[in-house]
C-alpha cells in the first residue's frame, strides 16, 4: 500500500481501531499477579467499598505510599461494572492508550504525517511499553501524564507571540504535570524541571521560559493537584512527613526499600525494554542531537535531553524497577520516528534483519523454558507457558520477515508498521502466556478455595506473610500475623489492625472456633510447632491451614 494511502483519514482510524482492540481486549485475560497488581486493585476495591477518598488504605491499613489518582479511576470503574481483571486494569490500559494517541499527535505536529504514525507504531510496541500498559501499576499513569505534559510544551513553542492553540497546549502541560503528580509524586516536578533547566543551560535557549505561563499554570496545576495533598494532611496529620519525605528522599537517596541495583541496572533494561527499535535507536539518536532547526526552540534536542534526565535521574536512585524509565519511552518513540524517516534502505533492511534473527533465536530458544521449572514454579506450569513462548517467538519471525522482504522492496514506511504489529501481537502472546503459572503468581486458587468456607464468618490469618492477590479475590480483608513490611507506617498510626506476634494468635487459634490461616510452605514446620493446624490447601507458593480437625 502506498504511503499516501496508509495515512489517509480512514486507513489511520481502522489502524487505531484495530491496535485499540487489541490493546483494550486482552486486559482481563489474565488473573492478578503479585505484588503491584493484587496492591493496587486491592487498595481501589477497598475505597470503592468505603467510599473513603481521602485515605487510601490496604488490607484495611493506612497506605500512603503513593498519591490517589490511580486509585481513584479503579475504584470508579469497579463501582461501575464491577471488581475484575478487566476493570483493575482498566486504567494503566487506558493511560497506555492515551500515550499513544499522543505520540501521533506530537510526531504529526513536530515532524509531518508518516512521523505521527512511526511514532504511534513504535511506542505501542517496544516490550517495556507493551507490557507496562497491560499490567497494574502506577508507572503508566505517570508516563502518559509526562507525555501530556511534553507534548503540551513541545507544541506550545514557535516564534512571536504564543497563540490562542499555543497557550491552550501549555496549559494542557500544567495539567499533564498536576495529574503525573496525583498519580506517583514529586518526581514528575523533578523531571521535568531538570529537563528545562538542561535544555537551556546545554543549548542557552532561554525562549522557552517564556512561554510557560506561570500563572494561569501553577492556578491550574494547584487546582487539580493540591485538594487531595491538603485534605490527606488534615484528616491524617502523620501524612506529610511519610509521603514527602520518607517516599520521595529516602526512597531515592537509600536502599531503605530494598531495590538496590547497580548504576549500569538501566541499561540492558533500555536495550530490551526498547525492542524491536534498539539498534535503531543507536543511529537515530545521535543524528537528532546534530539536526536543527530554523528557529530557537529545537524539539529534539529537548526530546534527548529529556531522555538523557529520566535515565540519570533513575540511575542515580538507591530504589530500581524496569518500569520506572517507562517515561522516556513516548520521547524516545518520538525521535525514532522522525529518525526512521530519514533511514535509507540499506540500514533498514539491516536493522530488520537483526530484529528477524534475534526472533529465530527466540523461537529455537522458547521450547527450553519448559525444563526450567523450580518448586514455586512447576514443570507442567512451565511447559504451558512455553507453548505460548514458541507461537509467540513464530508470529515475531514471521512479522519480521515480512517486514524485511518490504524493505528490501523499498517500502519504508510499511516495514515497520508491520514489525511494530509483529511485535505487539508477539509480547502480546508472551504476556497472556504467563498466565500459565497464575496458579503459583497468583492467590486467586486459594481465594476460590477458601471463599465458601470464611463467608459463614471463619477467621482468616495470614502468618508471616501477606499475599497481595488474595484480599481482591477474597473481597476482604485478612488478619496478619508477625507481618508489617510496607504497612509498618500504616500499623505504627493503627496497632489494632494486626496481631504483632504468632504467640499472640495462639490461644485464640487453639481454643477458638474455626479459623483458616495461610503461610508459606517453608514456615509450616516452624509454626506448626505453636499452632495446631490440618493442612486443607496447598500450591506452589502457599499453604492454607484449618486450626482444627472437622469432625
Known sequence: MPPSKLLSGRALLALFLAFALVWMGTLGYRKLIGPDEGRYAEISREMALAGDWVTPRLNGIK????????????????????????AARFWTGLCGLFSVLLAWVAGRRLFGAAAGLLAAAVAGSSLLFNFMGH?????????????????????????GPMTQNQRRWMLAAWAGLALAVLSKGLVALVLTGATLVLYSLVTRDFSPWRRLLPLPGIALFLAIAAPWFVAASAANPEFARFFFIHEHFERFLTKTHGRYEPPWY????????LLPWTAMALQALPASWRRREGQ????????????VVVFGFFSASG???????????????LLLADGLGRLGRRALTAHIGAIALIAAIGLMLAPKVAGQGDPGSPPEMMAAYSTWLVGSAAIWLI????????????????APLVLAGGTLLAGQGALLGHDSLSGATSGWQAARFLKPRIEAGAPLYSLQMYDQTLPFYLGRTVTLVNYRDEMDFGLRQEPDKAIAAVADLAPRWNNGPEAYAIMRPQDQSFLSGQLQMTVVYRDPRRIVVRNRQKP
Request: with cysteine; aromatic share 16%.
Open 399 to 414: 512479522a519480521s520477515l515480512a517486514a524485511l522482504w518490504l524493505a528490501l522492496k523499498d517500502h519504508r514506511l510499511a
Open 296 to 307: 530557537a526552540f529545537q524539539p529534539r534536542r529537548f526530546l534527548l535531553l529529556w531522555c
Open 135 to 159: 499490567i497494574n501499576t502506577l508507572d503508566m499513569g505517570l508516563a502518559a501524564f509526562l507525555h501530556l505534559a511534553l507534548t503540551g510544551f513541545l507544541l506550545a513553542q514557535g516564534e
Open 266 to 273: 538501566f541499561g540492558p533494561v533500555l536495550a530490551v525494554g
Open 319 to 333: 530504589s530500581k524497577l524496569p518500569s520506572y524509565i517507562l517515561p522516556l519511552f513516548p520521547a524516545l518513540a
Open 63 to 86: 497506605y500512603f505510599e503513593k498519591p490517589p489518582l490511580q486509585y481513584w479511576a479503579t475504584a470508579a470503574t469497579f463501582k461501575a461494572i464491577g471488581a475484575s481483571e478487566f
